[in-house]
């Protein structure tokens, strides 16, 4: 009975702490690929790129209706090139969230927060942003890309 417990104990540990290393090798993904979008890399950036790939920012502005845009993989490299890394916070492996996991993929999700002021006014942005990843021949893909960007007066 004793052994049994024991063995029953030593497999549990096993599946959650490669469950949890799993999550961990999702979430450095996600922050690697956040890295590579949010320095403008275009090199780094295309080789996470799934065909079919689309990114989409939606800005939501108090008192206007929410302006989305919808970019393609070549139109994203294309602005990326000859520009400089972008000012907006990264996230960190505490923020990241991931869901919608399956055998063939998941989406990683996070948000960051910056004071900005926009026409003299003073707001806190907030990105909430969300990639979607699926299984590559030797590493994750990303498929789908959304950012959603709230301003809220302060």
Known sequence: MYIKTLAVLA???????NAYAEDNNKVQSYLDYEKAYLNNDASKV???LADGFVIIETLHIPGYEPD????????????MRGAGPSTFPRSSAETVKIE?????????????????VV???????KEVRNVCFKEGKT????????IDVFFEPI
């Open 11 to 17: 497999l549990s540990l096993f599946i959650v702490t």
């Open 46 to 48: 295309s080789k996470w």
């Open 68 to 79: 989305a845009m919808k970019t393609s993989k070549q139109k994203l490299l294309q602005g």
């Open 100 to 116: 919608d996991e399956s055998e063939k993929g998941f989406c990683a999700g996070s948000s960051t927060k910056i004071k900005t």
């Open 119 to 125: 026409a003299g006014k003073n707001y806190l942005e």
């Open 139 to 146: 590493d994750w893909l990303v498929t789908k890309h959304s």
